[in-house]
DNA sequence: CGGGCCGTTGACCTGGATCAAATGGAGTGG
DNA sequence: CCACTCCATTTGATCCAGGTCAACGGCCCG
């Protein structure tokens, strides 16, 4: 199952035999922790780079009000920060949603890897890339769409995400944030997170129970919410036709 | 004045003079742009390394509805992307705001350059690190803070940016951005951005006229929206002490 | 002098926060 | 098997921060 990595990877370019073999074997010694648990916090100086193989992670701050953020989704293939060595210290915490397998790959094999494999190197950029990506897009999610879309816009983009390191069966998946969690991710209150799933549900658009998610229309959901997924940047899946949806203006002059 | 990114590399760690001199070397052709007008627009499959000399620019991004979300602002020695090479194309486009000087850096210098200095290598993946950094500290900023602090925390994180690159002299800078585009940057509406400006001024914070913003009590301004400059990773500077500042909690165990 | 852009202000109204309480399900222990 | 606890979800009621609409004033520039 830890080929989350490789498939999210060949979702930008083709990998040789060699490559997938030498991603194999960063994966050493797997971690199972708890849900709720801290996989690194704020300050600290982290020595290793995580990759999660199963699971949801999520990267959040709490502000000294209390207020809690959270600032990304971590889910099975994705790393945190190639190259955090280079910062003198952590701005954030990682912590575990559900319960998650965790590898830690020292410093050193991410060097080795990357040198013997410029073609990983590449997708390891284009790893850090995407996440930017998705940041701006999580910014423009909060900052611009009123809460029903920017919840559809959360739902649809794990479909993608996860779609492609093989986690959706018929247009669903497991989902393990709880209302509360969904809130912290989206400027929310939990209260208004939850009438709002309820509107999902009544539009027909999705189904939540048990955290499984199953998204009973998905052109339709992504219609709701105009979801263009170019910042994805995925090309190898079958999601991935590049094409202009949902575009009709362009940026104004001044 | 393009020792811009220089100084802010410098603020990472000290560069040699050989680095420095072939920091110089990047600088070829200067362009001067007007205000408002688009470096690259979404969709562009660029192939230079932009390099903000002066002025102010912004990543943004315009939702179908028209709704405009900027994401970022490019302060002198800020790059777009070192690394945009790799995506097949731009998620969302990069604009002026007001008048600036831009150099185009061709990719191959770019890759010449790391090469040969290890150190600029460093610094260029510590800008990167930073530049994910100070977006992950939006996130928290739009979707966990009041208007106010919003507003404040932004002055305060500018304040920083720009004193990085010696555009700072009495607390006070050129603060080019109108009321509306502050409001696309905060997600706001521009009256409220106003009425917002406003309290600060009020409170004796901040003086802003004629695009000359003047922060008149430093401290109390951070102290107001809770400012923590960790997440810039400054080093070198007079701001850049290694010191936890309003930090009294820390994030809860499960 | 006129037009356009930007900032400012007032009036109004609504979306979403907040508070509070009830329901339901999962686990635990008697 | 039932009683009890702990949490997440659900729902109702209330309130206000901030959006929206509209008008005006100032400034720059042609």
Redesign the interface.
Known sequence: MQQALTRKLESFEPLSDQARWALNGLVLKVRQV?????LI???DKPDNVLLILDGFAC???????????I??LLVPGDFC?L??F????M???I?TISTCQVVDIPRRAIDEITVHHPSIA?AF??C??V???V??????N????APVQRIAHLLCELLMRLEAVGRVTDNSYTFPLTQTEIADT??LSDVHVNRTLRELRALGLIHLKHRVLTILDVERLKAFC?FTP??L?L?NTRWGE?R?L?????????
């Open positions: 708890e849900a709720r648990q801290d916090q704020e300050g990267r959040y701050k709490v502000l000294p009000d209390g207020q809690r953020q600032m990304a920060d190259n955090v280079i910062l003198d210290e701005d954030h915490s912590g590449r950029w284009w850090s890339l996440d930017g990506a940041l701006r897009e999580w910014l423009v909060i900052g611009g769409r989206m400027g105009l170019n910042y940047h090309r590049r202009a949902n575009w009709p203006g362009r940026a104004q002059e001044g």
